[in-house]
T-cell receptor, first 114, second 115 residues
Framework: AQTVTQSQPEMSVQEAETVTLSCTYD???????LFWYKQPPSRQMILVIRQEAYKQQNATENRFSVNFQKAAKSFSLKISDSQLGDAAMYFCAYNNNAGNMLTFGGGTRLMVKP | EPEVTQTPSHQVTQMGQEVILRCVPISNHLYFYWYRQILGQKVEFLVSFYNNEISEKSEIFDDQFSVERPDGSNFTLKIRSTKLEDSAMYFC?????????????FGPGTRLTVL
C-alpha cells in the first residue's frame, strides 16, 4: 500500500517570499501521478498542480512549481511570491496505477504574514 | 464554474441512528468518490463508484456503509448505525474520466458529529 507523508504540520512565510512544502511517499509502482491540493478555510480542496511520474521535467503552474525526485520519492511544492490568498491547508496526494483512489498526506497549514 | 456540492454542511446525530450524506457531482462526471477526515488525521479514501457499481473500497467501508446514485444527479453515502468513531468530515469528489492524470473535484464536505 502506498503512503504519503508531509513532515511539516505548519509553515509560515512572509508575503512576497518563497516557501517550500515537503512531501515524501512510498510506493512499489513505477507509473503514477502526484498532486498538490489546496484547501482554503471552510472551502473545498482545489487542485494546485500535478506531476506524472514518467515525466522528468518538473511541473509548473504560474507561481507554483514542484521538485519531483523520483528516486528519493520526494515531491515538494514551491510557492513563489507568496500572497495572502495562498494561506490554506495543502495536501500532497498520490494517485495509484488503477486511478481509483487518492492517498493523502496529513497536510501542511500554510500561514502568510503581511 | 461547475462545483461539487454537498448537503448538509453539518449533521448531528445520535449513536445508532442512520444518516445519509448527499452530494451532487459535476453534471458530466461519471466517477464518484467518498473520502473522510477524522479531526486531526489524514483524508482517507472510502469508496469509488462508476456505472452504478462500487469500483473500489477501503477497509473502512464496511457493511455499515453504502453508496447509491438514486437519480441522475445525486450521489449518497449512507451510514446505517452510526458510531462515535464515525464523527468526521466527509468529502465527496467526482471526476469526468478514469484517467489518472485527471483531477478529482471535491465538494466542501459534510461535518458529521455522532453523540
Amino acid at each position: 500500500a502506498q503512503t504519503v507523508t508531509q513532515s511539516q504540520p505548519e509553515m509560515s512565510v512572509q508575503e512576497a517570499e518563497t516557501v517550500t512544502l515537503s512531501c515524501t511517499y512510498d510506493t512499489s509502482e513505477s507509473d503514477y501521478y502526484l498532486f498538490w491540493y489546496k484547501q482554503p478555510p471552510s472551502r473545498q480542496m482545489i487542485l494546485v498542480i500535478r506531476q506524472e511520474a514518467y515525466k522528468q521535467q518538473n511541473a509548473t503552474e504560474n507561481r507554483f512549481s514542484v521538485n519531483f525526485q523520483k528516486a528519493a520519492k520526494s515531491f515538494s511544492l514551491k510557492i513563489s511570491d507568496s500572497q495572502l490568498g495562498d494561506a490554506a491547508m495543502y495536501f500532497c496526494a498520490y494517485n495509484n496505477n488503477a486511478g481509483n483512489m487518492l492517498t493523502f498526506g496529513g497536510g501542511t497549514r500554510l500561514m502568510v504574514k503581511p | 464554474e461547475p462545483e461539487v456540492t454537498q448537503t448538509p454542511s453539518h449533521q448531528v446525530t445520535q449513536m445508532g441512528q442512520e444518516v445519509i450524506l448527499r452530494c451532487v457531482p459535476i453534471s458530466n462526471h461519471l466517477y464518484f468518490y467518498w473520502y473522510r477526515q477524522i479531526l486531526g488525521q489524514k483524508v482517507e479514501f472510502l469508496v469509488s463508484f462508476y456505472n452504478n457499481e462500487i469500483s473500489e473500497k477501503s477497509e473502512i467501508f464496511d457493511d455499515q456503509f453504502s453508496v447509491e446514485r438514486p437519480d441522475g444527479s445525486n450521489f449518497t453515502l449512507k451510514i446505517r448505525s452510526t458510531k462515535l468513531e464515525d464523527s468526521a468530515m466527509y468529502f465527496c469528489a467526482s471526476k469526468r474520466t478514469p484517467d489518472r492524470e485527471h483531477e478529482q473535484f471535491f465538494g466542501p464536505g459534510t461535518r458529521l458529529t455522532v453523540l
